[in-house]
């Protein structure tokens, strides 16, 4: 039985989105460096102004009603 995926919240917008920019910045970075990037996006994560994290609330509020569309009866 397949579930399907929960919207992502905003910090994982935030941490896909750092993680994409800093993969074009280094295309040969290797994987095992991820929890690395990880840990650094929630470094820069906590230090950003209110202004940035609304943004990224936006996204993920726009993200879980894509969700609700796709998957009515879904409940997590």
């Avoid at 920019?21 to 906590?46: F, V």
Wanted: aromatic letters at 10%; hydrophobic letters at 30%; charged letters at 30%.
């Amino acid at each position: 039985l397949d579930t399907p995926p929960r919207p992502l919240n905003s910090f994982m917008i935030y941490r896909r989105e750092y993680q994409k920019k800093i993969k074009e910045q280094n295309p040969n970075i290797l994987l095992s460096e991820l929890s690395r990037i990880s840990k650094s996006a929630a470094d820069k994560w906590a230090s950003e102004p209110q202004q940035v994290k609304q943004i990224y609330a936006e996204k993920a509020r726009a993200e879980k009603e894509r969700h609700m569309k796709l998957y009515p009866n879904y409940v997590y």
